[in-house]
């Protein structure tokens, strides 16, 4: 894109050296690509997660939470349809004191006077204090955070930009609620106050299930070629020890996992599977019955051109959907995750499973809200001040 052509050249570079320009002296100065989320930094947020949720409880809790960034401004720039991402992190900043504004629809912006989307963004950094940005165009967010670290370097005003999802390709705060999720699941520590009763118990039936989100099989089904949400997950959990990923997708090129991704995967040391059907068998027995956690999604139909509509259309799409009896086959503790909207039409997951304890897709959404909260706080630099006044309210309620 002709807007971009500055940045274009840094675009191409591997994610290492991109990733030490979205960060300060160790910390988030950008959330841009989801391999800036190592396992350490995630222990860190999602502690800071749990803490905001703790408080969050109890009306003193509220009201210190309520102070910790009331001097921040917040733009929430989201020109791609989005009601979690969007609503999660408004709760997340009114949780916080922080005051947002939005712009979703282009048509209502400088935008139709062919103002260029770059005026648009250092605008937006001119009143406020973070940019939260949804769009279509995959690297627009990467090429904003470029811009705020050359005003940076110019010693103008910069601000943090969150890519809050970017095309098909990255959606690195999805992927840092998922992960929350997936911690909290895996969490057993009875004093953590973690829900962790009804997997404890269970682990007497599986004594191979063992704590955190290393030495675990994660199957991903649905859309894995445009689903953004999975690549980034995917991502995260390759940095971790003894990870099986396994992908399950119509045989169609557009749906099947793209060569990068699989490529990147393995070579993280991660073993990656690809079957086309959930009735699959890995290594001679049922894959549902090996599965630690499954990740299903919708076919993204918005992305389709008028013959892949046509050519997906015809696609049997029963192998991918969830059923009271595939459900059975799962082990007792597998939860099962969707980053929604689940597709009502298609019923990837049909409404009856809601109700089997495994189902954790609200619980998932939900904590959305405590982890972009905890991420907020963390690139404002004031985790420490979370700790204190979490400690303070503790002291005072004992
Ligand atoms: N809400 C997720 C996203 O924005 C997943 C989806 O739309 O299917 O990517």
Known sequence: MQEFSEFESLLCRPSSEKNLEFQRHGRLKHIIAASQLTPPLLDKLCRSAELIRRMNRHPDGNRRLRGLLAHKRAMLYFTQPSTRTFLSFMAA???????????????????????SKMDSIRMFSSYFDVIIMRSQIADFAECCAYLMNDLERQERRSVPIINAGAGSDEHPTQALLDMYTIIRT??????????????????????????????????????????RTVRSLATVLSQYEGVKLVFVSPQHEVLVMDDEL???????????????????????SSLLGQIDCLYMTRIQREHNSSDTEREISEIDLEPFRLSVERVGKLKQYTPIMHPFPRDCVVGEIPTEIDSDPRAMYFRQARNGMWARAALLVHLFDEADSLYFAYSDVNRSRV
């Open 93 to 115: 900043c009114q949780i916080l004191g922080i005051a947002c504004n939005e712009v979703r629809d282009p048509k209502t912006s400088s935008e139709v006077k062919r103002e």
């Open 186 to 227: 895996f969490d057993f520590d009875e004093n953590s106050d973690s829900r962790p009763s009804r997997l404890n118990a269970l682990r007497q039936t599986y004594p191979g299930l063992t704590p955190g989100p290393s030495h675990k099989t994660y199957a991903f089904c649905g859309d894995i070629g445009r689903g």
């Open 262 to 284: 699989r490529q990147r995967l393995k070579a993280s040391g991660a073993e990656v599977h690809e079957f086309n059907s959930l009735d699959a068998e890995l290594g001679g």
